[in-house]
Structures are given as structure tokens and as C-alpha cells.
């Protein structure tokens, strides 16, 4: 039987993560897989771009920016490069 414990926790600045009061015996073997909390940080990509269109549109309205489907290209080629979006 495979029981799970789940625990949110943040890395501190040394890079550190301290698990304790853990609801198993000592010297038992555990398996330890740590992931990104993936709401977070689907949300700050999500900020991101929303945050990169909003500035090519505010240019393009503004008159600075002609060619939207430069814009368009410059804004997939960053989420291409930072996030590896296609």
C-alpha cells in the first residue's frame, strides 16, 4: 500500500527545504520527488504574455508600431526563447 503526504512549502534563499513532523516512522525509506507548484507559475507565463500584448497593442494604437504581424512574430519569438511556446 502506497500512502502519500503532500506539503507546500517555498525554497528558502539558501536553496534549502526543510521537511519536518513528518507522518512517518524513523529510519523508513521514503521517495522524495519535488515539483514547481504549477499554478503559480503557469500564471506568471500567463501574466507575461498577456503583459507583452498588451504593450504591442498600446504601440500599434499609438502609432509607433505599423506592422502587427511584426509585433506578432517579436512576441512569439520571445515566448519561443523564454518559455519554449511554439
Not at 507548484?37 to 502609432?63: A, C, F, M, P
Request: glycine share 6%.
Amino acid at each position: 500500500m502506497m500512502n502519500a503526504y503532500k506539503q507546500y512549502l517555498t525554497i528558502s534563499t539558501s536553496k534549502e527545504l526543510i521537511l519536518s513532523n513528518l507522518p512517518f516512522n524513523a529510519g523508513q525509506k521514503v521517495e522524495v520527488i519535488i515539483l514547481p507548484d504549477e499554478d503559480e507559475e503557469s500564471e506568471k507565463r500567463l501574466n507575461d504574455l498577456k503583459e507583452k500584448i498588451d504593450i504591442g497593442t498600446k504601440q500599434i494604437e499609438e502609432g509607433k508600431i505599423v506592422d502587427g504581424e511584426m509585433v506578432f512574430q517579436e512576441i512569439k519569438a520571445s515566448l519561443k526563447q523564454q518559455y519554449g511556446v511554439e
